[in-house]
Nanobody
């Protein structure tokens, strides 16, 4: 069983930045696929950014060049640094995980992940 806790959401004006954190526990961190997903009211869940145990990284086209991933492996924490935020980035952001024992080919498909955090709200005003 994997537990995930997100933090760092808030309200920011367009063009601003936020850094979200995801702390994972209950499994060996290095053996996890980890991803960020978001969902706005009335819209489908959308993959944002993800990293695989083999080092593969994927970003949604809508965030490339604006969002970056980083990790603090000693603290089992994944970060997403979100810059140049736009109103369309407004959503509930979720951290998701899956252990490495089953291969994931498409890292931004939400249904590939079976552990989810509670979410943290990001609101970007124009």
């Amino acid at each position: 069983q994997v537990q995930l806790v997100e933090s760092g959401g808030g309200s920011v004006q367009a063009g601003g930045s936020l850094r979200l954190s995801c702390v994972a526990s209950g499994s060996t961190y290095s053996n996890l696929y980890l991803g960020w997903f978001r969902q706005a009211p009335g819209k489908d869940r959308e993959g944002v950014a993800a990293i695989a145990p083999d080092g593969r990284v994927s970003f949604a086209d809508s965030v490339k060049g604006r969002f970056t991933l980083s990790q603090d492996n000693a603290k089992n924490t994944l970060f997403v640094q979100m810059s140049s935020l736009k109103p369309e980035d407004t959503a509930m952001y979720y951290c998701a995980a899956k252990n490495q024992y089953q291969w994931i080919s498409y890292l931004l498909e939400w249904y590939e992940y079976n552990y989810w955090g509670q979410g943290t709200q990001v609101t970007v005003s124009s």
